[in-house]
């Protein structure tokens, strides 16, 4: 079932769970992959929902980087995280209100010769995309290249000043974009039997606690990434005098 744009015109947090059993199909010039999604997280952005949200991106308000999740839902938010990977989210909320779902993991149902030349490290199926770098990459999609692209339209990025869909929010903003490469996202005919909930993966403070059950997966699907809570932050040690 094709995703309308007013399913992802509403808070992040209700359309998380929903997206698991979604098929995110990216066609390239290499070809054609498709992943079923199997782990999500969602995320508030600043005014957003009930709950401030200290681990979401837009906490802070609008920025170059953020712009997308401001946008039109139903466009990829991609960014590059912590310095070594890439991360794949769907804009959510009306327009103008900012907030998120990641995608954290899903399992490859076609195109997988092409994912594992993108994923040579994977050693079965089930890990190529086990996690949110391992999707990305599995998938071919970077930051700032396909930032931005709709998986609502089958519409190619073009920059904002042809009128492209990438939107206003991205009004002067002369990053390289790929063409070439579309997404489209279906929603599954019969949701997952059954769904977990738990703390986000990684996200440190009262933000990644049991005070925000905002990670959801499919129970038991293999190709779930584990959980691991954030790195506990080490003291500065004051300086010698």
Not at 2 to 22: C, I, K, N, Q, T
Not at 153 to 161: C, K, R
Not at 163 to 181: F, I, M, V, Y
Request: hydrophobic letters at 35%.
């Amino acid at each position: 079932m094709r995703a309308s744009r007013s399913f992802f015109a509403r808070d992040a947090l209700e359309v998380a769970p929903e997206l698991l059993g979604a098929h995110l199909t990216i066609s390239s010039p290499d070809g054609d992959i498709t992943v079923r999604i199997t782990e999500t997280e969602a995320y508030h952005g600043l005014g957003t929902g009930k709950v401030h949200d200290a681990g979401s991106h837009a906490r802070m308000g609008k920025t170059a980087r953020n712009a997308t999740m401001f946008g039109e839902p139903g466009h990829l938010y991609v960014y590059f995280s912590y310095g070594m990977h890439n991360a794949v989210n769907v804009a959510c909320s009306p327009e103008g209100v900012a907030s998120g779902v990641l995608l954290r993991a899903g399992e490859i149902v076609a195109g997988e010769e092409l994912a594992r030349s993108r994923r040579p490290a994977a050693k079965t199926s089930r890990d190529l995309a086990r996690g949110p770098g391992r999707l990305a990459q599995a998938l071919g999609l970077v930051y700032t290249l396909h930032d931005g692209m709709d998986a609502l339209s089958d519409t190619p990025l073009q920059a904002s000043g042809s009128g492209g869909p990438r939107g206003p929010e991205h009004a002067g903003d002369e990053r390289p974009l790929d063409p070439r490469t579309r997404a489209h996202l279906e929603l599954p005919d019969v949701p997952p039997q059954h769904i977990s909930s738990g703390p986000r993966t990684g996200v440190s403070g009262e933000a990644g606690s049991e005070a925000f059950p905002w990670r959801f997966w499919i129970t038991d699907d293999p190709t779930v990434s584990p959980y691991r809570p954030a790195a506990p932050r080490t003291a500065r040690r004051a300086p010698s005098t």
